[in-house]
């Protein structure tokens, strides 16, 4: 009796720091039309003049990441035509030399360092590439295909998104983990040194000599990418790999914005109906 006195003289309150006359279960009526009102306003809710905005900066962010995976893919590329095509990759590893060298003379001094460091690390692949060449020579290919894919997933991870950020040390030793796990599946120490040489010239050097705009690297990279998709896999493959490229860049940002701008705000709403307030410790 004297706690159904105090029910009726103490409302229940949307207070979770302060103790109340009212079992740990009890619902009260308003709370839940007031509920239902915040479902009801983030069902219908409208886009907001800045939706248009997000979806731009959305987009933006998955190209970079985009930009990313098809500077990886180049990787494999080189690696499937020396591996598999039998081409030789000494010419093509000469005429990038000297177009790196050509650009590396334009450039200023903290580009002159980054080549400085790639000479270095050239020397030391020129040095070690009949140890890398041989191997694990024992292990089974298919172990090799696999240990290069999870290195690659490793790989993408740690980049960042940013074009203009420096080249961490993890990034940098995971290619070289990557390029040095299919090296040893080449027949030469020739074939691996100009494979080690091309890849770090394309995912080291070139990106610090060379800032592309991150739409037109996409455009340009993917016609390569894709190309050689043909070439290898036939075209059903490139139209499957070129719609889900599509799907990602032009779809998925605004299906994250729809769910940002109709959903995610009314669970931000929900989480404010409680009255915050410093916790009391007994």
Known sequence: MKASMNNKSEPWKRRLWIRQDYPDNYTDPEFINYVKKLRYRGKFAKPSPASAASVKQVRTDLVLFYNKLLKTSLVFIVFTFIYHYKIDPMPYAAAMTAFVLY????STTPHRVVLKSSLVITFAILTLSPVLKSLSKTTASNSIWT?????????????????????????????????????????????????????????????????????????VFSVIVFTFVILALGLSYAILAWSLACFYIFVLPQWFVYWQTYYRGYEASLSRVWESQKPILD
């Open 147 to 219: 240990l290069a894919f999870w290195l690659t997933l490793a790989y993408v991870g740690s980049m960042s998104p940013n074009p203009k950020s420096q080249t961490s040390n993890l990034s940098t030793n995971l290619l070289l983990a990557i390029v040095t796990v299919l090296a040893s599946r080449l027949d030469s120490s020739t074939q691996v040194f100009c494979f080690l040489f091309i890849c770090i010239q394309l995912n080291l050097i070139l990106p610090k000599l060379i800032v592309f705009n991150a739409r037109l690297f996409a455009v």
């Open 103 to 106: 650009l590396s003379w334009r």
